[in-house]
């Protein structure tokens, strides 16, 4: 058996039977952002890692350095910011090859650092490692929580709204963009400017630190986490670990003008980004039907940041199922990133 035949997730089951020393530690383990642990202080600690590797997550040619230190704290710090917390601290392991020239690497942690500071994150430490032949930069970051604040993947509950932060699609419409920069347009040509913001949202990914922090502390929320393969494949996680279903509505979905617009132009459903595309770093959460409104008008207001309501938590025999814009009702298919079988 190979791993292309049973996928990241079946491989993760695996993987991760009898791993603990001391469950009692332990609030949540795999299956969640990030590790919740106690501590011997009133907070818990949130521990995430998460790594690019050169070719499967980048490409030499596509980024620059600087952009790749930056985005790789970035989707660690969306990771702790999906359950409320601050980062803390951060460990760099970082893959080179022989022939990776020093300024090139003094770029990525130019990058690194910057991004850092943005979130008060010391550098702690690291290791540095020759690699054959790709580059990568995998990053372990520390973080903390109250545990009143603490929001997990777990805690979405039947009759709750589902809400999302920002918009859907731009990073995986920005990736097509810059995997074919010859990309044919069938229909009125892409603005410049529209091109820029859809590639800016694939290569600089901004987390939703505030927006979570602010979500968090509101204890409006029942349960909480980054949109990092895709709203289908996301979602159902968040039914997984609640032991619920849900349904979404297709015209609620927000997707920019630029994702509709780029769509538009080379003849695709703006959904398949939206729905299926990876890396947008924004919050997906479940609320009260009473807070959903509650929670819209906190984050707009406080942040400017959009955030629709797009669905509801039903129970788990109900499935997951989406309403098409005919109004047909049907069940959402999980295309969402699964690193085996791409
Ligand atoms: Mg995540």
């Known amino acids: 058996m190979k791993l292309e035949d049973i996928g990241e997730f079946s491989l993760i089951k695996k993987i991760t039977k009898d791993i603990f020393v001391d469950k009692s530690m332990v609030i949540a383990g795999v299956g969640d952002d990030v590790a919740v642990i106690k501590t011997k202080s009133e907070k818990y600690s949130l521990l995430t890692c998460d790594i690019l590797i050169e070719g499967t997550h980048f490409k030499r040619e596509t980024i620059t350095p600087y952009q790749l230190g930056k985005k790789a704290i970035a989707i660690n710090v969306s990771d702790i910011a999906a ?4 980062p803390n601290q951060a460990l760099i392991s970082i893959g080179l090859t022989k022939d990776t020239k020093v300024k090139y690497v003094e770029e990525i942690y130019r990058g690194i650092k910057e991004e850092a500071k943005k979130f008060n994150i010391d550098i702690v430490g690291g290791n540095t490692a020759l690699s054959k032949d790709k580059i990568f930069v995998d990053i372990f970051l520390i973080g903390e929580i109250e545990p009143e604040f603490l929001l997990l993947r777990s805690g979405a509950k039947t009759g709750d709204k589902i809400l999302v932060t920002g918009n859907l699609g731009d990073s995986s419409a920005g990736l097509e963009i810059i995997e074919n920069p010859d990309i044919k347009f069938k229909g009125i040509k892409l603005e410049m400017r ?4 859809l590639k800016i949202a694939h290569l600089n990914p901004c987390p939703r630190f505030v927006e979570g922090k602010i979500i968090a502390k509101s204890k409006l929320a029942h ?3 980054d949109i990092s393969d895709g ?4 979602l159902t996680k968040i039914c997984e670990a609640s032991g ?7 015209d609620k979905i927000p997707i920019s003008k630029e994702t509709l617009a780029f769509a538009k132009s080379i003849k695709k459903s703006p959904l398949n980004f939206a729905l299926h595309g990876g890396e947008d770093y924004e919050l997906l959460l479940t609320s009260p039907p009473e807070n959903a409104n509650l929670i819209i008008q906190k984050i707009q207001g406080k942040t400017k940041t959009k955030v629709t309501e797009l669905g509801e938590i039903k129970d788990k025999e109900f499935g997951i199922k989406i309403v098409k814009t005919d109004g047909r009702i049907m069940p959402l298919n999980t295309y969402g990133w699964d690193h085996f079988r791409m």
């Open 244 to 250: 619920v279903g849900a349904i979404i509505w297709e």
């Open 231 to 234: 709203l289908s494949g996301d």
């Open 223 to 225: 349960s909480m986490m």
């Open 194 to 197: 529209y091109k820029n913001n």
């Open 83 to 86: 359950k409320g917390g601050i």
